[in-house]
């Protein structure tokens, strides 16, 4: 992963991704570059109350100008840690891009076909994973918290470009964006038990750190390997390896105390 500070709004991008940059544009957004900043909930683009929705909107705006797209471009999901997954249709073009209410219900991922639409996934800790098969031009991206990654929501996206679209998953290019790490993601016994059940074993799933009395679940790994055991090539999966936490000069992090959200954006040109 790479960062650009050059332009207005710093972001940052998977260096897999770029070589097909012609025909897809993917950007994640930091918590830098509102205008005017904020120390707290600097550069947010989620609707969820914590600064006035204008002041979302017109971060949303600036995003859009930056990367010479429309703001009605964008495609939200509602986002309730699930594993459901949407095919955005040309319809669907600005769901949720002006409001909570017309967010993609029930949805915590999203895939499309279609060009000049730009899928939105948002978070603060939670794993953002957006997904390139160039084969078939298909773009798709998912939000993975503890619950997503449980239910194996990426092998759930793969399963969909299979069904939908016909992608080999040998073609299929992921990027595993900022979010909380093992270094930080202290979790209990019921989550415990929950990744034991859905993986078979905790082995390099949940960890002991020093730091904590409880253990702590690498969400990196996890979805690696649900990407991996889905067909996914590990040589085409990239993880960006940046803790939100830790790095919460760069992007929120719920465990830190932000309500703001950053972005992981994926569209076809």
């Known amino acids: 992963m790479i960062f650009n500070n050059s332009q ?28 005017p900043p904020s120390v707290e909930n600097s550069f947010t683009i989620g609707l969820n109350g914590v600064v006035d929705n204008q002041t979302v909107l017109e ?35 600005g769901r949720g891009a002006f409001d909570r209410a017309s967010y993609l219900n029930d949805v915590d991922a999203m895939i499309t076909h279609k060009k000049g639409i730009c899928l939105i996934t948002q ?7 957006l997904f390139h098969d160039p084969k078939k031009n298909v773009i798709g991206a998912a939000h993975a918290g503890w619950k997503g990654t449980v239910s194996k929501i990426p ?19 992921v990027g595993i964006g900022p979010s909380i790490g093992s270094c ?15 993986f078979g074993s905790i082995d390099g799933l949940i960890l002991e750190n020093d730091k904590f009395t409880k253990p702590v679940f690498d969400l990196w790994e996890a979805n690696r390997k649900t990407l991996i055991d889905s067909g996914i090539m590990p040589k085409n999966i990239e993880m960006a390896g940046l803790c939100t936490k830790c790095q919460n000069n760069f992007f929120f992090s719920a465990r830190y105390g ?8 994926i569209m076809l040109k």
């Open 184 to 198: 930080c993601y202290e979790v209990g016994n019921e989550v415990v038990e929950l990744v034991k059940e859905a």
């Open 59 to 93: 971060n949303r705006k600036i995003i859009a100008k930056q990367f010479h797209i429309s703001p009605d471009s964008f495609v939200f999901a509602s986002q309730v840690h699930g594993s459901r997954v949407a095919i955005v249709k040309d319809e669907d073009r």
């Open 155 to 173: 092998a759930e996206m793969v399963k969909t470009f299979i069904s939908e679209f016909n992608s080999n998953p040998s073609d299929i290019l």
């Open 123 to 129: 978070a603060a800790d939670c794993v953002p994973i």
């Open 8 to 35: 207005e709004i710093p972001f940052a991008q998977f260096e897999n991704l770029l070589p097909f940059n012609k025909s897809v544009l993917h950007f994640i957004t930091t918590r830098n570059g509102s205008i």
């Open 258 to 265: 932000d309500k703001g959200r950053f972005g992981a954006a």
